[in-house]
């Protein structure tokens, strides 16, 4: 079919396109000769227009959905839906899937053949037909399917920081998906699209609107809009939360104050939480940002983050909603290191939360750093369930025009040791709940979503998109296993093609690490926009928005000592964690300038001293995007032409990019260690100077 | 192929789908069974691919391209790129093309039945290709071909109020299309496809920058991303021009003054035109706005427009650029009449401009109102080159939830006559030059295209873009002429639908002018963001600014007094003119209100007093949305489905506020007639308290 735009990206890892292998398609199309899917209810009709798309795509033909059973036949539905279902003696596997599993076997029924898709919900089913089309997409083998899968996490959340003008803070794919103009009565079919992308892995909730919230999300007016988003997710099992504005009783309630512990206000939001579940009755709840960054809180008041949190939580309690509080605190007026504040502020209220309220703590203790260590706070507050937050949008990563794929960031924090009981006490063990007996458990990431004709600006960024699903629903996924099947769905299964992509994507992070903060350099981007380098930057109106504050560079060497001869920030980490960090002999190097002000003449496990390991690892960072790129150019024949292009220019920005960041820090922090740059590495083809006089007026995702 | 969306509108009117009537299906796949298209200038190469591309998508085979002459051919090239189309006998019809038309006939040519799409340039040869793709995509005959066409203005322009952080003042199709940040490596498919779709309407110039200007994008660093963007354009006979800041010699050039007549202020354009010139070889020239709305211009140093404007033409014209200069200012602190300032500051301005400035002219005297008079300064400047200005976006006309068909306001326009040198001196006749021998000429539309996947959010949205191009090649064009060959080439062809949706279109303006202002009303709409009726307005601070300065609605009528007898603004047209307008006997009902303040009691021709012909008016525009709506939902089995739900849902959107503006207005107006709305019409079914109350604060389109 011609077209203008060939592979726009839109579909993202749900093309269905004909199974290009021909032992294979006719595999498929003998196993598949009909459907049969008793049931009306949205997420059933949700499963069954997923299989015929996908069914009529994959296999080349039109499926039929039958009334009876028949051999060669796809039998999906619970036990309450479809007697067939209920028939099979699948109540052991359906014990284990629980509410949102599915089990998916090849069995014989009647002397039938046949592949039952079966759950104890109906959303069960719609996940389990998503895994089976995924098997085929990735053309795997489906003759002796015995699956049993369910999720590992219980909210596995995108959290949008969408403002209500649709700019999007930290959006680099365009503007926010959310027309709330034309909201309620114009459904954009992105809308449904979104949803389905999101069900296809495993995202159970979506908070629609900005951690830096506008009260006017919650009038009437507002509330009937987003109202409307909810109908179109709920047959696709998502549901939707607010960011609630800890002001809001006095912006939009005409109260003199939005004190925790005042009746009025409690009252006001009781009243208000009521009116939004009569609006949407499954509303999932709230995630606050408060008291940080100059958002409003209940400090403001005297108050703790608990009693915060809990008024929300008594609201919601009655509706089964929950709140999902933000540790993301760093004060104003605190000269204490910025790292500690949040485990400061939140260990001792550990055992004070209500039993519908989650912390949200980001995966490291800064902000979404290229790299960090886990966030202390995992491991220190087993009476209080917590969820982690990624950022799926590349605020540090080098916005939309960077290939890095972040399983693997993901993954290197999901199995840190936190020891909280000892060895294996894993920050995923944390997470699923099986380490301190936690009911409310959850994963979110901060989207990277826009609305770009492929969602998330670079083609690649539909894969950290799809990785926090995967991993949501089971952390045990490997980074290898996530880019396999993602790379077979989004661009093809030819083994050359997969395997390279694959290759690219495991390789990406760390070449990023190493061309942007190699050794554990942090917070070293541009003011304010975070577009580039800026390590000389000192201007900002706090000390700890300075790059300065957080190298601290100097003759003798670079980074930040949070020893006990420092900040003494490692205290809180279990003393297993503490040592090994500590201790400049045993500290990880990728760790070693987050914890120690190091000489720039100590000698690195490589043999070279600190400063010319520092060179090594920005020239690896270049030379590892110069390699992805050959290794991109090398597929031009098996991949589309409009996405080979993309990407291939997007490679060129960040390469271009790269040197950039190589040479900006490089020269910079030459002033300080006045050692040469080995004369066997490419010469940076600019001044300093040269790059400190780079401005970006319009850098995007400033949220304006 | 199974998609996830069917058919979400991004092909515009080039969808190349296989045409469904088998014997014109037939007929084309005998009429053309190989292509000569030798040749490879970069717009040979892009008709080529636009052939190919068409060709494949309606004949539903690969045409080859061939090197030799064969039967059943189309021959395409010009004399120089081509032997063959050299040796055809066309150089009478060539001669008529000019520089940019094209010629196409069925021939004979050694023995072989050909179709020779031949041209004087190779621009000239795409348009040709173009518009024999248009012939097939509207299904006509092709069998004996025998086309000559010219344009007949030579400036056809787009114009985008685009800000550099994208959001777009007055845009509600999302945001901009330039992503001015990944500019200049990374090259959206969008601006490809966006040059097409112009090129295949004629749209031969591109204004990229808001009229309300900001300095940067003439900064070195923007000027290579504007660079990029016009290599894009240029294979498709796309200028690009820019919006120019007047005092962008102080903000960015660090001067003190950007006095017109300073010689300092004149050499830094000069340089910076010349700049522009290194980047950019063909670059078109700059649009401005220039002392209008706090806009900087020569008044600021007590120069006129000419003084200004003649700045800029003399640091282009070596370059062959020119200068469109607006003609849309009024005064911040005159009390004048608004309607009469644009044609006192520039009437007596006629002749002092040099050659290469135009003088650019909103189509009325007000500022893109459902309906105006067309501007008195057409047919007032003889000596002057004038260019007309629409509005594609839909600033007043319902935003992009409403379906409003505009070639009939566009016609309106063109048709009416100026009496400059007696009868049949229309718009059209000043526009094309032939009136006043004028050889710049021009047309340009404010774009109402944004990065919706569909480019215009609403789909009949992509009507106006595409009129504004066929009416500016030729505006002998008909509406209905227009909308048939839109509709056929956008939701295709079948009679019943093609019917249905001619008369949608051709109805929809007068509905829009029924239900929002009828009578002559103008200017009542939301403040600041105009969004929805608000008649009632009078905070804003300025006067003119405010819907009561124009309705002027009190105890004995309504409507604004521009006789002689008010502000005499009438004066400004030709006294035939000006005579009909000014007796309210002869002035025609749907201008009544433009010029007379009319009593509640007058009798209108259909025997209804005026209040009793508000209501009807009122009353029809809202039915006339219901008719609309049961007319598209006859369509249902005709139309793809996913733009048969998005225009039922957009129509369902423009009932409402049909219903919104009719009660508001009516409501209000009623406080000063007094009198009833007649009982056989259906109750507003709010008050108009309620209707006082609405606050839009996050309307699209403010351009913040």
């Keep these: 079919m011609p077209s203008a735009k060939a592979d726009d990206g839109y579909r993202l890892w749900l093309r269905y396109e004909l199974v290009n292998n021909s032992t294979l398609l006719s595999n498929y199309r003998n196993a598949v000769t009909s459907v049969y899917l008793p049931g009306t209810s949205p997420s059933l009709l949700a499963a069954k227009d997923e299989l015929q798309m996908g069914l009529e795509g994959l296999l080349g033909k039109k499926v039929s959905f039958q009334n009876?059973?028949?051999?060669?036949?796809?039998?999906?539905?619970?036990?309450?839906?479809?007697?067939?279902?209920?028939?099979?003696?699948?109540?052991?596997?359906?014990?284990?899937?629980?509410?949102?599993?599915?089990?998916?076997?090849?069995?014989?029924?009647?002397?039938?053949?046949?592949?039952?898709?079966?759950?104890?919900?109906?959303?069960?089913?719609?996940?389990?037909?998503?895994?089976?089309?995924?098997?085929?997409?990735?053309?795997?083998?489906?003759?002796?399917?015995?699956?049993?899968?369910?999720?590992?996490?219980?909210?596995?959340?995108?959290?949008?920081?969408?403002?209500?003008?649709?700019?999007?803070?930290?959006?680099?794919?365009?503007?926010?998906?959310?027309?709330?103009?034309?909201?309620?009565?114009?459904?954009?079919?992105?809308?449904?699209?979104?949803?389905?992308?999101?069900?296809?892995?495993?995202?159970?909730?979506?908070?629609?609107?900005?951690?830096?919230?506008?009260?006017?999300?919650?009038?009437?007016?507002?509330?009937?809009?987003?109202?409307?988003?909810?109908?179109?997710?709920?047959?696709?099992?998502?549901?939707?939360?607010?960011?609630?504005?800890?002001?809001?009783?006095?912006?939009?309630?005409?109260?003199?104050?939005?004190?925790?512990?005042?009746?009025?206000?409690?009252?006001?939001?009781?009243?208000?939480?009521?009116?939004?579940?009569?609006?949407?009755?499954?509303?999932?709840?709230?995630?606050?940002?408060?008291?940080?960054?100059?958002?409003?809180?209940?400090?403001?008041?005297?108050?703790?983050?608990?009693?915060?949190?809990?008024?929300?939580?008594?609201?919601?309690?009655?509706?089964?909603?929950?709140?999902?509080?933000?540790?993301?605190?760093?004060?104003?007026?605190?000269?204490?290191?910025?790292?500690?504040q949040a485990y400061a502020e939140f260990k001792p209220l550990d055992g004070k939360f209500n039993n519908n309220v989650a912390i949200q703590v980001k995966n490291g203790p800064l902000d979404f750093q290229p790299r960090e260590p886990f966030s202390p706070l995992f491991g220190a507050m087993p009476k209080t369930p917590l969820f982690i937050e990624y950022q799926l949008t590349q605020e540090y990563l080098g916005f939309s025009t960077h290939l890095v794929f972040m399983a693997p960031l993901f993954k290197e924090v999901l199995n840190a040791d936190t020891y909280e009981k000892g060895k294996g006490s894993t920050v995923a063990k944390v997470l699923d709940g099986s380490l301190d007996g936690q009911a409310l458990t959850g994963m979110a990431g901060v989207a990277n979503i826009g609305n770009d004709i492929n969602w998330t600006g670079h083609p690649f960024g539909q894969a950290n998109w799809y990785t926090l699903g995967r991993l949501a629903w089971d952390h045990q996924l490997s980074s290898a296993q996530i880019a396999n099947e993602w790379v077979r769905q989004t661009f093809g299964n030819s083994k050359p093609l997969v395997d390279t992509v694959e290759k690219m994507m495991l390789s990406s992070r760390e070449a990023m690490v190493n061309y942007m903060t190699p050794l554990g350099l942090h917070h070293i981007m541009g003011y304010g926009h975070h577009y580039g380098p800026a390590p000389w930057f000192d201007k900002a109106s706090r000390a700890d928005w300075n790059p300065v504050y957080f190298h601290k560079a100097d003759s003798i060497g670079i980074g930040f000592d949070r020893t006990a001869n420092g900040t003494n920030y490692l205290s809180q980490y279990a003393p297993e964690v503490r040592k090994q960090f500590e201790d400049i002999n045993t500290c990880p190097e990728e760790y070693l300038l987050w914890f120690h002000h190091v000489s720039w003449k100590h000698t690195m496990k490589s043999g070279r001293n600190l400063w010319e390991e520092l060179c090594y690892r920005y020239y690896a960072g270049v030379d590892s995007v110069r390699v992805m790129q050959k290794e991109w150019n090398s597929l031009e024949k098996l991949v589309d032409k409009q996405r080979f292009n993309q990407v291939k220019m997007l490679l060129a920005v960040q390469e271009k990019e790269a040197v950039w960041w190589r040479n900006s820090c490089l020269l910079y922090f030459q002033t300080f260690s006045k050692m040469p740059i080995p004369p066997s590495y490419e010469k940076p083809d600019q001044t300093l100077e040269y790059y400190k006089n780079l401005n970006f007026p319009f850098a995007p995702g400033n949220g304006r």
């Design 68 to 340: 009876t059973l028949a051999n060669a036949q796809l039998v999906v539905g619970t036990p309450a839906s479809s007697s067939q279902i209920a028939a099979l003696p699948l109540s052991n596997q359906l014990s284990k899937a629980g509410d949102e599993g599915f089990v998916i076997v090849s069995t014989t029924r009647s002397q039938k053949k046949i592949i039952a898709i079966a759950a104890n919900t109906d959303i069960g089913v719609l996940y389990g037909v998503f895994h089976f089309l995924r098997l085929m997409q990735t053309q795997q083998n489906i003759q002796h399917l015995a699956v049993t899968s369910a999720p590992k996490t219980k909210y596995r959340l995108i959290d949008h920081w969408d403002n209500l003008n649709r700019t999007v803070e930290r959006g680099y794919a365009g503007f926010s998906i959310w027309n709330w103009h034309t909201l309620p009565r114009y459904i954009d079919q992105r809308y449904i699209d979104y949803a389905r992308a999101n069900a296809s892995i495993g995202i159970n909730g979506v908070v629609v609107t900005n951690v830096n919230a506008n009260a006017l999300i919650l009038t009437k007016e507002y509330l009937e809009k987003v109202a409307a988003l909810a109908n179109v997710f709920r047959p696709y099992g998502i549901k939707i939360y607010l960011t609630g504005r800890f002001s809001a009783p006095i912006e939009i309630g005409k109260l003199k104050t939005a004190d925790p512990l005042n009746a009025e206000v409690r009252q006001w939001w009781k009243n208000k939480i009521d009116e939004i579940y009569t609006n949407i009755p499954d509303f999932g709840g709230f995630l606050i940002k408060a008291n940080s960054e100059g958002q409003p809180g209940p400090q403001d008041y005297k108050r703790t983050h608990a009693d915060g949190a809990n008024m929300f939580a008594e609201a919601l309690a009655p509706h089964k909603g929950i709140v999902m509080w933000r540790a993301f605190v760093y004060s104003n007026e605190s000269p204490e290191d910025r790292l500690k």
